[in-house]
């Protein structure tokens, strides 16, 4: 079992930044992909970003690629979002989840965080 939990969601305005933080707990967190989703009020939830499990193989939306990077700390069991140049259709939920594979498939991930929310303002 691996437990997550997210934080650094809030309030931005257009334009601005947010980092989101997720940290792992239980079963070593070196052996899992690592991922972000988004799920906004009456939509499904949408990839964002995967990373593997050393950090250095990276994969993005066509939405966010050049705006979010995705980064983890084996050592401080945590990944990363930097979400930058942020708009409106950005608002959200955004998840973190855990596999064992690198997918893009939300059903590919066995474990997820509860979520933290995201809001941009125009």
């Known amino acids: 079992q691996v437990q997550l939990v997210e934080s650094g969601g809030g309030f931005v305005q257009a334009g601005g930044s947010l980092r989101l933080s997720c940290v792992a707990s239980?079963?070593?967190?070196?052996?899992?992909?690592m991922a972000w989703f988004r799920q906004a009020p009456g939509k499904e939830r949408e990839f964002i970003s995967t990373?593997?499990?050393?950090?250095?193989?990276?994969y993005y939306a066509d939405s966010v690629k050049g705006r979010f990077t995705i980064s983890r700390d084996n050592a401080k069991n945590t990944v990363y979002l930097q979400m930058n140049s942020l708009k409106p259709e950005d608002t959200s939920v955004y998840y973190c989840?855990?596999?064992?594979?690198?997918?893009?498939?939300?059903?590919?991930?066995?474990?997820w965080g509860q979520g933290t929310q995201v809001t941009v303002s125009s």
């Open positions: 990373i593997n499990q050393s950090g250095t193989r990276s």
């Open positions: 989840a855990a596999s064992q594979v690198v997918t893009m498939r939300a059903p590919g991930y066995a474990y």
């Open positions: 239980g079963r070593t967190f070196s052996y899992y992909v």
